[in-house]
Protein backbone atom coordinates (compact mmCIF):
# COMPACT_ATOMS: atom_id res chain seq x y z
CA UNK A 1 0.00 0.00 0.00
CA UNK A 2 3.01 2.45 0.76
CA UNK A 3 3.66 2.45 -2.45
CA UNK A 4 0.92 3.28 -4.31
CA UNK A 5 0.79 5.93 -1.79
CA UNK A 6 4.58 7.04 -2.91
CA UNK A 7 3.11 6.70 -6.44
CA UNK A 8 0.42 9.15 -5.78
CA UNK A 9 2.72 11.68 -3.96
CA UNK A 10 5.05 11.64 -6.77
CA UNK A 11 2.41 11.96 -9.61
CA UNK A 12 0.82 14.87 -7.87
CA UNK A 13 4.14 16.64 -7.03
CA UNK A 14 5.05 16.05 -10.49
CA UNK A 15 1.82 17.33 -12.26
CA UNK A 16 2.10 20.34 -9.91
CA UNK A 17 5.53 21.35 -10.86
CA UNK A 18 4.62 20.91 -14.54
CA UNK A 19 2.19 23.51 -14.28
CA UNK A 20 4.16 25.85 -12.66
CA UNK A 21 7.13 25.07 -15.25
CA UNK A 22 4.68 25.06 -18.30
CA UNK A 23 3.62 28.74 -17.40
CA UNK A 24 7.53 29.49 -18.37
CA UNK A 25 7.59 27.46 -20.98
CA UNK A 26 4.60 29.54 -22.27
CA UNK A 27 6.20 33.07 -21.86
CA UNK A 28 9.36 31.72 -23.10
CA UNK A 29 8.16 30.30 -26.70
CA UNK A 30 5.36 32.73 -27.36
CA UNK A 31 7.11 33.60 -30.47
CA UNK A 32 7.28 30.66 -31.35
CA UNK A 33 5.29 28.98 -34.57
CA UNK A 34 4.48 26.08 -32.74
CA UNK A 35 2.86 25.71 -29.01
CA UNK A 36 5.51 23.38 -26.73
CA UNK A 37 4.57 21.97 -23.98
CA UNK A 38 6.44 19.66 -20.94
CA UNK A 39 7.09 16.64 -21.68
CA UNK A 40 5.39 14.63 -19.01
CA UNK A 41 7.62 11.33 -18.97
CA UNK A 42 10.48 13.37 -18.78
CA UNK A 43 9.42 15.17 -15.83
CA UNK A 44 8.16 12.28 -13.87
CA UNK A 45 11.52 11.00 -14.14
CA UNK A 46 13.35 13.59 -13.31
CA UNK A 47 11.08 14.09 -10.16
CA UNK A 48 11.57 10.41 -9.06
CA UNK A 49 15.69 11.22 -8.97
CA UNK A 50 14.69 14.63 -7.16
CA UNK A 51 11.62 13.86 -4.74
CA UNK A 52 13.80 12.36 -1.87
CA UNK A 53 16.67 14.86 -2.01
CA UNK A 54 13.19 17.63 -1.88
CA UNK A 55 11.43 16.00 1.06
CA UNK A 56 14.81 16.04 3.24
CA UNK A 57 16.73 19.24 2.33
CA UNK A 58 16.54 22.02 4.85
CA UNK A 59 16.45 24.74 1.57
CA UNK A 60 14.04 22.34 -0.37
CA UNK A 61 13.92 25.64 -3.14
CA UNK A 62 17.51 25.14 -4.52
CA UNK A 63 16.17 21.88 -5.24
CA UNK A 64 12.98 22.89 -6.86
CA UNK A 65 14.73 25.44 -9.09
CA UNK A 66 16.83 22.93 -10.04
CA UNK A 67 14.18 20.41 -11.19
CA UNK A 68 12.42 23.46 -12.83
CA UNK A 69 15.09 23.68 -15.00
CA UNK A 70 15.65 20.64 -15.92
CA UNK A 71 12.34 20.19 -16.72
CA UNK A 72 11.92 22.99 -19.14
CA UNK A 73 14.77 21.92 -20.97
CA UNK A 74 12.56 18.74 -22.27
CA UNK A 75 9.81 20.12 -23.81
CA UNK A 76 7.92 18.62 -27.27
CA UNK A 77 6.15 20.70 -29.95
CA UNK A 78 2.37 20.76 -30.37
CA UNK A 79 1.37 20.47 -34.11
CA UNK A 80 -2.11 19.77 -35.11
CA UNK A 81 -3.04 17.48 -37.68
CA UNK A 82 0.10 15.11 -37.09
CA UNK A 83 -2.34 11.71 -35.91
CA UNK A 84 -0.77 8.88 -37.76
CA UNK A 85 -2.57 5.18 -37.35
CA UNK A 86 -0.15 2.36 -36.68
CA UNK A 87 1.02 -0.27 -39.04
CA UNK A 88 0.71 -3.97 -37.76
CA UNK A 89 2.84 -6.03 -38.57
CA UNK A 90 1.52 -9.57 -39.98
CA UNK A 91 0.66 -11.69 -37.83
CA UNK A 92 0.72 -9.71 -35.20
CA UNK A 93 -2.44 -9.60 -32.61
CA UNK A 94 -3.71 -10.51 -29.36
CA UNK A 95 -2.86 -14.19 -28.79
CA UNK A 96 -3.97 -16.27 -25.62
CA UNK A 97 -0.88 -18.51 -23.90
CA UNK A 98 -1.25 -20.82 -21.40
CA UNK A 99 -0.32 -19.25 -17.61
CA UNK A 100 1.17 -23.01 -17.30
CA UNK A 101 2.62 -25.68 -19.15
CA UNK A 102 -0.07 -28.83 -18.64
CA UNK A 103 1.13 -31.83 -18.01
CA UNK A 104 1.44 -34.87 -20.36
Known amino acids: MRDLYAKLLTL ?7 I ?3 IRVDQKTESCEHRYQV ?3 QALSQMKGMI ?3 LNSLNPRKWLL ?4 AM ?4 TSIRHGRKFDRKLRPGVGV ?5 YK ?3
Open 12 to 18: NLTSIQE
Open 20 to 22: IVQ
Open 39 to 41: NHV
Open 52 to 54: VKI
Open 66 to 69: LLTE
Open 72 to 75: AKNT
Open 95 to 99: RVRPA
Open 102 to 104: QGR
